[in-house]
């Protein structure tokens, strides 16, 4: 009696060794996102988690730091770049590599179709992408697409031949990008330079005539009440990216990046549906709110893949060459 009492507390004991062990192994890794909670991008990469999370039996628990509360998108970044944060929802800017101006290239692709076949794991843009993230020492995993672009103007305003090269007469803030701006300079806008916590003020004090960094929902949740017409650019368009610092992402053994990579990839399809519902939602919303929407035709379209193809894509060309934009335009058979 005695021995086999000694026996089972010898099996309880090494079971609950077992057990704490599970649960030193477990660890928990930071990732950034500026957006707020509930934006659907955030809701894909909380999902991309709890995939990660549910697959690895809780060992690897990715935890969405939301509304910038780690820092700016630039602060984030330059913490995964050290190790020091372990993931970001990143939107990559030329301060750290001047071959970001490659995701902000106009006329990469145009509409959401083209958008969702640019982002292909293994797609010419993907593996130029991957490899400028490891000039900079992190881990890509992959694009999740945001938002097509627009242009969003003032009340009062009236923008004559959107779609050719005419001087609009139009003051417009821009992103801060050559690429970007040599682009809408060429379709007919004057440019400003506004930060764009003060985009919503501006456009209702007449200091600028509209904005063009928003899709249709960022537009009306942001700047509604002061706009008057949208215009649909659809060659624009905005990603966020799935960034791993390397310390981290050496951390794992093959099976977890396995893991990691699967689950982006599933998300990606999900928020690719989103964000086209997204879009056509905030399209009819504006037009409820009696905001004029303006669509381009097809002719439209070839001319503003032209205007970037002349304008734009020389400027980015001076900092990738020339052979990746050819390989996407050949890729999607433009």
């Not at 894909?44 to 628990?61: L, M, S």
């Not at 001047?98 to 958008?115: D, N, Q, R, W």
């Not at 894509?313 to 996407?328: F, N, R």
Request: include cysteine; proline fraction near 4%.
């Amino acid at each position: 009696m005695r021995k086999s009492t000694l026996i089972f507390a010898a099996v309880i004991g090494l079971v609950m060794i077992m057990s704490f062990g599970d649960v030193t192994e477990a660890a928990q890794y930071r990732m950034g996102a500026h957006y707020p909670s509930g934006y659907f991008v955030n809701n894909g990469f909380r999902r991309v988690a709890d995939r990660v999370r549910e697959q690895t039996n809780g060992k690897v628990d990715i935890v969405l730091y939301e509304s910038s509360s780690l820092g700016s998108y630039e602060q984030v970044f330059q913490e995964v770049m050290q190790g020091t944060v372990d993931m970001t929802t990143n939107y990559p800017t030329s301060r750290f590599n001047k071959k970001f101006e490659l995701v902000a290239t106009p006329s990469l692709a145009s509409g959401y179709p083209e958008i969702k076949k640019l982002l292909k794991i293994g797609s010419p843009f993907h593996s130029y992408v991957k490899s400028i993230y490891e000039e900079t020492g992190v881990v890509y995993i992959g694009s999740f697409v945001d938002s097509i672009m627009g242009a969003a103007i003032a009340k009062g305003k009236t923008v004559k031949n959107p779609y050719d090269s005419s001087n609009k007469q139009m003051q417009l803030r821009t992103l801060p990008l050559t690429t970007v701006r040599k682009w809408w300079s060429a379709m007919g806008y004057q440019l400003v330079t506004v930060p764009y916590a003060e985009v919503f003020t501006s456009m209702q004090t007449g200091v600028i005539d509209g904005d063009t960094g928003s899709g249709p929902e960022g537009a009306f949740l942001a700047f509604g009440d002061v706009t008057g017409t949208y215009i649909e650019y659809p060659n624009s368009f905005c990603l966020l990216d799935f960034v791993v610092s390397k310390k981290a992402w050496d951390s794992f053994d093959a099976k977890t990046k396995d893991i990691i990579v699967k689950a982006f990839a599933a998300e990606s399809e999900v928020v690719y549906k989103e964000a086209v519902e997204s879009y056509d939602a905030y399209i009819a919303k504006m037009k409820k709110a009696g905001i004029k929407i303006v669509s381009p035709t097809a002719k439209d379209l070839k001319f503003m893949d032209e205007v970037a193809y002349k304008y734009s894509w020389p400027e980015t060309a001076k900092c990738t060459g020339d052979k990746v934009l050819q390989d996407i335009k050949k890729y999607l058979g433009k």
